[in-house]
């Protein structure tokens, strides 16, 4: 991913984070995602494979999209927490993210 677009997209993670519209952590976003709560998931590159398929398996049944981007560290400073999953609750922030060039590219 550029490197001015990861930005901008973890500036946008940030704000979501500030309008109470991103959901974090391995157990609440499990919840959230089975309560069919949330409009895209992402989990962190350097996250556990046992935890990723998890999550991934959840998402794909419950037809919620799944990406893997950033490292735990750049997305925990963006939102203020240590997190490697967030679950976006806004489809504003969602449409907004999945837009960006290079985005979704999960083939980096």
Wanted: aromatic share 6%; hydrophobic share 35%; charged share 30%.
């Amino acid at each position: 991913m550029e490197e001015l677009v990861k930005q901008r997209a973890l500036n946008l993670l940030g704000m979501a984070t500030a309008a109470r519209k991103l959901i974090s952590g391995e157990e609440q976003v499990i919840q959230s995602i089975q309560r069919q709560k949330g409009n895209l998931v992402i989990c962190t590159k350097d996250c556990s494979a046992n935890t990723v398929k998890k999550i991934k398996n959840k998402c794909e049944y419950y037809e919620i999209p799944f990406v893997q981007q950033f490292e735990t560290d750049e997305l925990s400073l963006a939102i203020g927490k240590r997190r490697s999953i967030v679950l976006i609750d806004d489809r504003g922030f969602t449409k907004s993210l999945l837009k960006m060039k290079g985005f979704n590219d999960m083939n980096e």
